[in-house]
């Protein structure tokens, strides 16, 4: 009977990748208080009614195809090594019912919580109801007693949260679930709050209220600058946030913060008024800085002691919370020279790489604490650890005695920068090092709504922030890397010759970028506008200059071999590096990008002030 099901459900329909489940059917950390309302969860979700007790498979259920294919794929037929009963960690009242014969299980080893994998398995069942009311009634079910040889649903659900940015006691549910290339389980979760149980008068209050979240989680997370932001800063933790004064640059690192941070709060909305999340340093520039002295300290030969600065003990406290995200805010980055007095981190961020054990490591940006001497050493982690906490059994202690103080892997440095006259221009090597963004759009129509002030919950997404790819060979099976080097190369090709030209680190963070956006994005994914987006920040931001420094010969193979009908449009009187770029861009990328638009405005600047830059 249990074959005859399975195969009459795979040749019956072909629908679509995603099953939608009961919101309130696998979810966690929320009390209802009117009597004779649990709200229990139900653990399963019914795919067909069986009238006539016939075995009834719903075909119009979206999604339901993928999950059985991946099931038939995974599925196992030792029954004797499926535990459904006095399962650790699970209460007797939430053991399933003895009404349910389950006809198939299959055990998940690749399982994933909003597109990041978890460590552990996961068991679904096919499972057919005997009740009086519902006999013969067929589900999928993802009971958390499910136990495979000691894996058990309960301990990847623990996982799960883990990742999300949830504590035990945390309100989150998931919203559906998905089974890709017939072997990797996937689950979509909704963070309703990371770090308390919620309260609802009934079950329908909590229904109606979660179904608003997974509306606002979907408009928030299809915003193009709030992913780009989250895009950018997983190909790498340093970005330049560039525009007009009062755009909200330093804001948009301080919701950043209060997005991502796991601290307690006693009412969520008390996340977004705290202008001092744990996770939050705003230093703010000074125009007398000419060495690195304010920004990693020094040591004093007269007291024999090391003066610490807030960047370094904001490294720091990063340090003991490698989880979650850090956000250090550089206010007026460019109010001195960033080459000067940000040295040793333009360096050590270049030097971003894993050891043989997979763990981040750059170089220091403070030298071994031992190399100042055993006493300087012994007062150097009292005061950056604490009296209890500076001791051999601290590894902090041990990897800043013999390593000194690296970057760790969740430091996310942002700097505002204003172009005018009181600020230093960025030379290449700053913006080779960062992800430039422009803010100078102004919508006063969203600021009067309020919605300039809107910012989604993070917390899901933190380990796709802290833990990142540092490498193109990372990645390069994972996208169309050769139209990623195609476009590259076609721009290096008009680059050649130029001060501009693209290097391998450019070529390492395309395809790293690339990545990102597909990770952020879904299937909303598109590698015309992941490229669009890496060109504005690392591209188009490092060409200036005046009419000569910018000018292409139209006789030159530069122009020729790209086409002199397709680089000047209607009024354009001249060939230059700027319209011969929007030609190659139009013909990888597609026409009407934003860095179409940007080039335009920098090709008619040129031609108005005979200088441009996009920075100006």
Not at 411 to 432: A, I, Q, W
Request: proline share 3%; aromatic share 10%; glycine share 4%.
């Amino acid at each position: 009977m249990g074959c005859e099901f399975s195969w009459y459900i795979v040749e019956s329909y072909i629908l679509a990748v995603i099953m939608k489940i009961d919101i309130t059917s696998l979810c966690f950390g929320f009390k209802i208080s009117k009597d004779n309302d649990s709200g229990t969860p139900a653990w399963a979700t019914s795919i067909g009614q069986a009238p006539k007790d016939i075995c009834y498979v719903d075909t119009t259920r979206e999604g339901l195809d993928e999950i059985v294919y991946g099931m038939m794929y995974k599925s196992h037929s030792d029954f004797e090594n499926l535990q459904v009963r006095n399962v650790a960690g699970v209460d007797k009242k939430e053991e399933p019912r003895s009404d349910r014969e389950r006809m198939m299980f299959s055990v998940f080893d690749d399982v994933y919580i909003n597109d990041i994998k978890i460590n552990g398995k996961y068991v679904l069942t096919f499972e057919r109801e005997d009740s009086t009311s519902h006999k013969n009634r067929l589900h999928i079910c993802y009971a958390k007693y499910l136990t495979y040889k000691g894996y058990s649903n309960k301990q990847a659900l623990l996982e799960m949260a883990r990742v999300l940015g949830c504590s035990d006691e945390a309100c989150w549910f998931v919203s559906d679930i998905n089974v890709k290339n017939q072997s990797q389980l996937h689950f979509t979760a909704v963070v309703v709050n990371p770090t308390e149980s919620m309260t609802y008068s009934d079950s329908k209050e909590r229904k109606t209220a979660w179904e608003e979240l997974i509306g606002n989680q979907n408009n928030n997370l299809s915003s193009n600058n709030f992913r780009s932001y989250l895009t950018a800063l997983r190909t790498k933790p340093f970005m330049l946030l560039a525009g007009i004064s009062g755009t909200g640059k330093s804001r948009i690192v301080r919701k950043l913060a209060q997005a991502t941070t796991t601290q307690h709060y006693a009412n969520e909305e008390d996340r977004w008024k705290d202008n001092r999340p744990e996770n939050f340093e705003l230093i703010q520039v000074k125009p007398n800085w000419h060495n690195s002295m304010d920004v990693v300290g020094f040591f004093s030969n007269i007291s024999k002691r090391y003066e610490f600065t807030p960047f370094v003990e904001f490294i720091v406290k990063a340090w003991q919370h490698k989880d979650t995200p850090y956000f250090l805010c550089l206010d007026e980055m460019n109010l001195a020279p960033v080459e000067e007095y940000f040295a040793e981190f333009l360096s050590a961020i270049e030097s971003r790489s894993t050891d043989e054990n997979g763990e981040y490591i750059t170089d220091p940006i403070i030298k071994p604490f031992k190399n100042f001497g055993k006493d300087a050493c012994e007062d150097m982690l009292k005061h950056l650890l604490g009296e209890a906490h500076h001791t051999e059994s601290n590894p902090l202690a041990v990897q800043f005695s013999e390593k000194g103080l690296t970057l760790p892997p969740n430091l996310m440095v942002m700097g505002t920068v204003n172009m005018d006259e009181t600020t230093f221009s960025f030379s290449r090597k700053v913006l080779d090092r960062a992800m430039s963004v422009e803010m100078n759009e102004v919508d006063y129509d969203k600021f009067l709504s309020g919605e300039s002030e809107q910012f989604p919950l993070l917390t899901e997404v933190n380990e796709l922030l802290v833990k990142r790819p540092q490498q193109a060979s990372e990645v390069k099976n994972d996208i169309d890397s050769e139209k990623v080097i195609s476009y590259l190369k076609a721009v290096n090709d008009l680059l050649e010759g130029t001060p501009f030209k693209l290097g391998y680190r450019a070529a390492n963070e395309a395809m790293l970028y690339v990545s990102a956006s597909r990770d952020f994005a879904g299937e909303e994914f598109s590698i015309e506008k992941a490229l669009d987006e890496f060109t504005l920040m690392k591209i188009l931001s490092r060409i200036e200059g005046d009419d000569n420094r910018l000018a292409v010969d139209e006789s030159n193979q530069r122009a020729t071999s790209i086409g002199l009908d397709a680089i000047t449009d209607t009024g354009e009187s001249r060939i230059n590096l700027l319209n011969c770029l929007r030609a190659i861009v139009r013909k990888h990328l597609g026409n009407e990008t934003a860095t179409e638009k940007k080039i335009n405005i920098m090709y008619h600047t040129l031609e108005r002030e005979h200088f441009v830059s996009y920075w100006a």
